[in-house]
T-cell receptor
Framework: KAGVTQTPRYLIKTRGQQVTLSCSPISGHRSVSWYQQTPGQGLQFLFEYFSETQRNKGNFPGRFSGRQFSNSRSEMNVSTLELGDSALYLC??????????????FGSGTRLTVV | GQQVMQIPQYQHVQEGEDFTTYCNSSTTLSNIQWYKQRPGGHPVFLIQLVKSGEVKKQKRLTFQFGEAKKNSSLHITATQTTDVGTYFCAGQQRDDKIIFGKGTRLHILP
């Protein structure tokens, strides 16, 4: 079956611009989570969506937002880009039983460079 | 706040030697997961531990979950060059957030 698909793979933006990243989860997975990965900070949790609802949110400023559609596809948006937003943005989908997450399947990520 | 600490940050081992990475949470976890990320790749799920004191094995990899469900370890026996990468633990918190450790980068010396 198809894996988690993230688009685009690479993106270069200038400070002040905004960006939208897309993620298509594995078919049947209703939970989609987003992480920011940088060399210094590792994997930082951004947010999690389940059935079109944001279920959890990390400690990122309001410039970071996301949404999930009825087909479980998710987008995240970053407005007013800053140099420090340069990172690999990873999307992960998972199956759940109750509140137990059965391991993430990650996409290949979107490499965002802000100049 | 919720934290998952992972040590060591880096580990260089001779091929054939053993390797262990440790993970400690500031809070009790619902479960812990382990991932491997090869250089230039994305994290790949290895295993999930749910029960207190649980031990699971995958070939040369042994995973343990502490009795208090606050710590975990991954041990690799007789490392091979294919084991190169960064190993992450990820703890699912009581509020269901999954918090990753910063990872242990394993480098194998031939």
């Amino acid at each position: 079956k198809a894996g988690v698909t993230q688009t685009p793979r690479y993106l270069i933006k200038t400070r002040g611009q905004q960006v939208t990243l897309s993620c298509s989860p594995i078919s049947g997975h209703r939970s989609v989570s987003w992480y920011q990965q940088t060399p210094g900070q590792g994997l930082q949790f951004l947010f999690e969506y389940f059935s079109e609802t944001q279920r959890n949110k990390g400690n990122f400023p309001g410039r970071f937002s996301g949404r999930q559609f009825s087909n479980s596809r998710s987008e995240m948006n970053v407005s007013t880009l800053e140099l420090g937003d340069s990172a690999l943005y990873l999307c992960a989908s998972s199956l759940e039983t109750g509140r137990l997450t059965h391991g993430y399947t990650f996409g290949s990520g979107t490499r965002l460079t802000v100049v | 706040g919720q934290q998952v600490m992972q040590i060591p940050q880096y580990q260089h081992v001779q091929e054939g030697e053993d390797f262990t990475t440790y993970c400690n949470s500031s809070t009790t976890l619902s479960n812990i997961q382990w991932y491997k990320q090869r250089p230039g790749g994305h994290p790949v799920f290895l295993i999930q531990l749910v029960k207190s004191g649980e031990v699971k094995k995958q070939k040369r990899l042994t995973f343990q979950f502490g009795e208090a469900k606050k710590n975990s370890s991954l041990h690799i026996t007789a490392t091979q060059t294919t084991d190169v990468g960064t190993y992450f633990c990820a703890g699912q918190q009581r509020d269901d957030k999954i918090i990753f450790g910063k990872g242990t980068r394993l480098h194998i010396l031939p």
